[in-house]
C-alpha cells in the first residue's frame, strides 16, 4: 500500500473511531455531495422540481416533509424505515402511535419524487428512498424561505421496519429541557443542536391532542403560555379532543421557515410544551434569545444541525438496498 493509501486508510479509520464515539449509530464515510454523479446526475434537479409541484399543489407539504425526515433519523436512523406500509401481522414504523401525528403530504412527496426519478432511464433503482427524503427535506425548508444547503447523498435504504423500534426514540410533547437533551444526545446531538432543529416547527400543524392539556385543566391556561394566544387555541380546539382538528404550530408566519419559531417562545406562544421549556428554562433561554435576534446565525446554525441529523444510522453494504418502492421492502 503507497503512502498515499495509508494517510487514507488512517484518515478514515479516525472517522470511524469518532463516530463510534458520540455516542449515536452513524457512518458517514460513504457519504458525499456527488454521490450519483455517475449514474443519475440530474437528481437533485429531479427531486426539486418534484418537491416544487407538490407544494404549489399544498403547502402542509412543507412541515409534513420535514417531520417525516426527522421521524426517520431518530428511529433507525436516516434509512427511510417511516415510509415503509404495514403488512399483514407486521406493523411498520408509520403506524406506531407516535408517528400517526405524520401527515400524509410527506409521504407522497416522497413517493412522487421517487417516481419522478424513476421515470428516467438512467437513474432507475438507483437512488434510495432515504436520500430522496433527505433530497425533499432541503428542498421544502428552501421553498418555504428557509436556507439553501447542500446535501451528502450515499445511504441505503433500511431492510426493516417495525412499529417497537419506535418505543422511546421520539420526543414527547411534554418533554422538558433535560429530557430533550438526552433524547438528542442519543443521536449524537448536542443540546444546541436540538434547539435550533426545534425550529422545524416553524412550519406544519399540530393536533389538538398534543398540547390540549396546557390550554384546559386546573391548571391551565399553562402559566408559560401566553394568554391571548391561549384563548384563540381554546376556541380553535374541541373541549372534546377531536383528533381530526390541527393548528399551525407557528401562529405568526405558518407558512414560512424562518427564526419566528424563536421570536414566539419570548412571546409565550410556543405551542407545544417541548417547545416553550427552550425558553422558560433558563439554561436554554440564551440560546433561544441569540436566534430570535439573528435570523443569519440561526440559519447557519440548522445547516449545521440538520447535517448532522442526516448522517445518523447511515446503511452501508449489506445493512441496506435501493427500494423499488418506499413504501414496500424489497
Given at each position: 500500500?503507497?503512502?498515499?493509501?495509508?494517510?487514507?486508510?488512517?484518515?478514515?479509520?479516525?472517522?470511524?473511531?469518532?463516530?463510534?464515539?458520540?455516542?449515536?449509530?452513524?457512518?458517514?464515510?460513504?457519504?458525499?455531495?456527488?454521490?450519483?454523479?455517475?449514474?443519475?446526475?440530474?437528481?437533485?434537479?429531479?427531486?426539486?422540481?418534484?418537491?416544487?409541484?407538490?407544494?404549489?399543489?399544498?403547502?402542509?407539504?412543507?412541515?409534513?416533509?420535514?417531520?417525516?425526515?426527522?421521524?426517520?433519523?431518530?428511529?433507525?436512523?436516516c434509512?427511510?424505515?417511516?415510509?415503509?406500509?404495514?403488512?399483514?401481522?407486521?406493523?411498520?414504523?408509520?403506524?406506531?402511535?407516535?408517528?400517526?401525528?405524520?401527515?400524509?403530504?410527506?409521504?407522497?412527496?416522497?413517493?412522487?419524487?421517487?417516481?419522478?426519478?424513476?421515470?428516467?432511464?438512467?437513474?432507475?433503482?438507483?437512488?434510495?428512498?432515504?436520500?430522496?427524503?433527505t433530497?425533499?427535506?432541503?428542498?421544502?425548508?428552501?421553498?418555504?424561505?428557509?436556507?439553501?444547503?447542500?446535501?451528502?447523498?450515499?445511504?441505503?435504504?433500511g431492510?426493516?421496519?417495525?412499529?417497537?423500534?419506535?418505543?422511546?426514540?421520539?420526543?414527547?410533547?411534554?418533554?422538558?429541557?433535560?429530557?430533550?437533551?438526552?433524547?438528542?444526545?442519543?443521536?449524537?446531538?448536542?443540546?444546541?443542536?436540538?434547539?435550533?432543529?426545534?425550529?422545524?416547527?416553524?412550519?406544519?400543524?399540530?393536533?389538538?391532542?398534543?398540547?390540549?392539556?396546557?390550554?384546559?385543566?386546573?391548571?391551565?391556561?399553562?402559566?408559560?403560555?401566553?394568554?391571548?394566544?391561549?384563548?384563540?387555541?381554546?376556541?380553535?380546539?374541541?373541549?372534546?379532543?377531536?383528533?381530526?382538528v390541527?393548528?399551525?404550530?407557528?401562529a405568526?408566519?405558518p407558512?414560512?421557515?424562518?427564526?419566528?419559531?424563536?421570536?414566539?417562545?419570548?412571546?409565550?406562544?410556543?405551542?407545544?410544551?417541548?417547545?416553550?421549556?427552550?425558553?422558560?428554562?433558563?439554561?436554554?433561554?440564551?440560546?433561544?434569545?441569540?436566534?430570535?435576534?439573528?435570523?443569519?446565525?440561526f440559519?447557519?446554525?440548522?445547516?449545521?444541525?440538520?447535517?448532522?441529523?442526516?448522517?445518523?444510522?447511515?446503511?452501508?453494504?449489506?445493512?441496506?438496498?435501493?427500494?423499488?418502492?418506499?413504501?414496500?421492502?424489497?
Amino acid at each position: 500500500m503507497g503512502a498515499g493509501n495509508l494517510r487514507f486508510a488512517a484518515a478514515l479509520l479516525v472517522l470511524v473511531v469518532t463516530a463510534a464515539s458520540s455516542g449515536a449509530t452513524v457512518c458517514v464515510a460513504q457519504l458525499r455531495r456527488d454521490y450519483y454523479a455517475g449514474v443519475c446526475p440530474n437528481v437533485e434537479s429531479i427531486v426539486r422540481d418534484a418537491v416544487a409541484k407538490k407544494v404549489r399543489q399544498t403547502f402542509i407539504t412543507v412541515g409534513a416533509t420535514v417531520h417525516l425526515f426527522f421521524h426517520d433519523c431518530f428511529v433507525e436512523g436516516c434509512d427511510a424505515s417511516v415510509m415503509v406500509a404495514s403488512k399483514g401481522n407486521s406493523t411498520a414504523e408509520k403506524d406506531h402511535p407516535n408517528n400517526l401525528s405524520l401527515a400524509g403530504d410527506g409521504f407522497d412527496t416522497v413517493i412522487k419524487a421517487k417516481a419522478a426519478v424513476d421515470a428516467v432511464r438512467q437513474c432507475r433503482n438507483k437512488v434510495s428512498c432515504a436520500d430522496i427524503l433527505t433530497m425533499a427535506t432541503r428542498d421544502a425548508i428552501a421553498l418555504a424561505g428557509g436556507p439553501s444547503y447542500a446535501v451528502e447523498l450515499g445511504r441505503l435504504d433500511g431492510l426493516s421496519s417495525t412499529a417497537s423500534s419506535v418505543n422511546g426514540k421520539l420526543p414527547a410533547p411534554f418533554f422538558n429541557l433535560d429530557q430533550l437533551t438526552k433524547i438528542f444526545a442519543t443521536n449524537g446531538l448536542s443540546q444546541a443542536d436540538m434547539i435550533v432543529l426545534s425550529a422545524a416547527h416553524t412550519g406544519g400543524l399540530a393536533h389538538c391532542g398534543t398540547f390540549s392539556g396546557r390550554i384546559r385543566g386546573p391548571t391551565a391556561p399553562d402559566p408559560t403560555m401566553n394568554r391571548s394566544y391561549a384563548a384563540r387555541l381554546q376556541a380553535e380546539c374541541p373541549a372534546n379532543v377531536d383528533p381530526r382538528v390541527a393548528v399551525s404550530m407557528d401562529a405568526v408566519t405558518p407558512v414560512a421557515f424562518d427564526n419566528q419559531f424563536f421570536k414566539n417562545l419570548q412571546s409565550g406562544m410556543g405551542l407545544l410544551a417541548s417547545d416553550q421549556v427552550l425558553y422558560s428554562d433558563p439554561r436554554s433561554r440564551p440560546t433561544v434569545d441569540a436566534w430570535a435576534r439573528r435570523a443569519a446565525a440561526f440559519n447557519r446554525a440548522f445547516v449545521a444541525a440538520i447535517t448532522k441529523l442526516g448522517r445518523v444510522g447511515v446503511k452501508t453494504r449489506a445493512q441496506g438496498n435501493i427500494r423499488r418502492n418506499c413504501a414496500l421492502l424489497n
